[in-house]
């Protein structure tokens, strides 16, 4: 559980802001559970998917190791990566990362889970996530800031 406590998510997402600001990328959906994590990346013009992982994954990694007073690899397998085929995927993908920690039992609403694109939407927190197309309200109307009081 490499992501527990809470503490070191906030870390992660802070080495995914660092690396926004590095690199032109953009992050659509995501979720950080704890013992993995998910992202929808949209790299810029000419920005390389691989190196912006190995960024992140890297400066994370050190940032860890050194927390923990621990040495050596930080992750058991490079990451997983592929290109989603279409809208219907892209809207699959949402509701899989979205549905992530519900299926954990960590929260038992969606909308409730803080490591997620879905709550930093809700919240106008857009640090990490880009504003939400309105695709995107249109198919998860749970998205839109004018729904938190429900």
């Given at each position: 559980?490499?992501?527990?406590?809470?503490?070191?998510?906030?870390?992660?997402?802070?080495?995914?802001?660092?690396?926004?600001?590095?690199?032109a990328f953009?992050?659509?959906?995501?979720?950080?559970?704890?013992?993995?994590?998910?992202?929808?990346?949209?790299?810029?013009?000419?920005?390389?998917?691989?190196?912006?992982?190995?960024?992140?994954?890297?400066?994370?990694?050190?940032?860890?190791?050194?927390?923990?007073?621990?040495?050596?690899?930080?992750?058991?397998?490079?990451?997983?990566?592929?290109?989603l085929s279409?809208?219907?995927?892209?809207?699959?993908?949402?509701?899989?990362?979205?549905?992530?920690?519900?299926?954990?039992?960590?929260?038992?609403?969606?909308?409730?889970?803080?490591?997620?694109?879905?709550?930093?939407?809700?919240?106008?927190?857009?640090?990490?996530?880009?504003?939400?197309?309105?695709?995107?309200?249109?198919?998860?109307?749970?998205?839109?800031?004018?729904?938190?009081?429900?």
């Amino acid at each position: 559980m490499i992501f527990d406590p809470g503490a070191i998510k906030d870390l992660f997402l802070s080495v995914v802001k660092r690396a926004k600001r590095k690199y032109a990328f953009g992050i659509e959906n995501f979720c950080i559970m704890g013992n993995h994590f998910h992202l929808v990346i949209v790299p810029g013009k000419g920005v390389s998917l691989s190196a912006v992982m190995q960024w992140i994954l890297s400066v994370f990694a050190m940032a860890y190791n050194r927390i923990f007073g621990y040495s050596g690899h930080v992750w058991g397998e490079r990451f997983f990566s592929r290109i989603l085929s279409g809208f219907r995927d892209l809207l699959a993908v949402f509701a899989y990362i979205d549905d992530n920690p519900v299926r954990a039992n960590l929260v038992e609403d969606r909308r409730a889970w803080m490591f997620g694109g879905l709550w930093h939407s809700r919240t106008g927190c857009r640090d990490l996530v880009e504003d939400a197309p309105p695709w995107t309200l249109l198919s998860f109307p749970e998205r839109s800031r004018l729904l938190l009081t429900s």
